[in-house]
């Protein structure tokens, strides 16, 4: 049997799942599913919130639970200039503004083969500066209005208030696709690198020895070690949302089960060891846009665990990216079509 801290063979089918009967389940969660007798450290379940995919999270299935990490998406369908989501930790940042906070935001190019990913607590404070500049800018904007119809000026219904410094830690890395048209998608975090790719792992019968097949996905790192899964719910589409009906979400349809696993200690390096390796070997400036590289600041505090932030995050990325891409195909077939004359 594979275990969780050895290595997979990635060509060879994976092995089944297995329940381990004296494994304690995660709160919330049903029988607890483990990889050769290694039972998940963390498992929750990723929710649509709204239609179109604006809004999702990670939750329990206990829908009295506040959700841990939400993902807020005002354009999710058009061009990748307009894509701009942002990750939060908490539940929805309109009914717990006091503890939701953004800690990630990401950009992307054209057919989702490339993504540059910005996370730590200071993301939150470049939201709010960015809410003042827009502040400053519309009312500037209305003055000159104003002006322009020989109005007197008018001040402002609250003060105009300056950018603030950002305190809070904010890292930048990249995921990628290794070659267009796969599924494999790559990021590294505090030098070590991982990869989301597809696994068979939670096939049955005579499904498991097919190729392309499988929805689900799999978290490895460099010595192949399952750092997370991700199992997809196949029948959302013919599925009503569950009607919860009460804030912060009414709703919520099941997309599929992120479990993290723990590899052997010397693999898995803690939350603050990631930070100081980060501090230590910078992300290259080189590579990400100026704007961005201009809000770095890896000396600041960060309070979450940024490796599990990452994976939640890089997840909803992938899975984002599949559905999507499903629609662009057929997008670009009808707009072939139609050039032709079809």
């Known amino acids: 049997m594979m275990s969780a801290t050895q290595n997979t063979d990635l060509g060879e089918p994976p092995h089944s799942l297995q329940h381990d009967e004296n494994a304690e389940p995660s709160t919330g969660d049903g029988p607890t599913t483990v990889i050769s007798g290694t039972a998940p450290a963390w498992t929750r379940n990723l929710y649509r919130r709204m239609a179109f995919g604006r809004k999702h999270f990670f939750a329990q299935d206990d829908a009295t639970q506040a959700a841990d990490y939400y993902i807020m998406n005002p354009v999710p369908q058009k061009h990748a200039s307009q894509w701009r989501p942002v990750f939060y930790r908490g539940d929805h940042p309109k009914y717990c503004a006091g503890t ?162 723990h590899p052997a200690p010397e693999s898995a390096p803690s939350a603050a060891e990631v930070i100081e390796s980060i501090r230590s070997s910078p992300p290259d400036k080189s590579k990400f846009s100026k704007k961005l590289v201009e809000q770095l600041n890896v000396e600041g505090p960060h309070s979450g665990d940024l490796t599990e932030e990452a994976i939640a995050f890089t997840c909803w990325i992938v899975v984002e990216g599949e559905h999507r891409l499903r629609y662009k195909v057929f997008d670009l077939l009808e707009e072939v079509g139609e050039a032709i004359g079809g």
């Open 100 to 261: 939701s906070v953004a800690v990630g935001r990401a950009f992307r190019t054209g057919f989702w083969n490339s993504f540059q990913l910005q996370m730590g607590d200071g993301v939150h404070e470049i939201r709010a500066n960015q809410k003042r500049k827009s502040k400053r800018k519309s009312y500037a904007r209305m003055q000159k209005w104003r002006r322009f119809w020989r109005r007197p000026e008018k001040p402002p219904k609250e003060p105009l208030e300056e950018d603030v410094p950002v305190e809070g830690f904010v890292t930048l890395f990249k995921a990628w696709r290794p070659r267009f048209a796969t599924r494999t998608v790559k990021w590294q975090l505090g030098g070590r690198e991982y990869r989301w790719t597809g696994t068979r792992r939670f096939m049955t019968g005579p499904f498991r020895k097919w190729k392309g097949v499988s929805h689900d996905l799999k978290l490895l790192d460099q010595q192949n070690n399952v750092i997370a899964t991700f199992q997809k719910d196949r029948w959302i589409s013919y599925k009503s949302s569950e009607k919860v009906g009460r804030p912060p979400n009414k709703t919520r349809s099941l997309l599929g089960t992120l479990r993290r696993y």
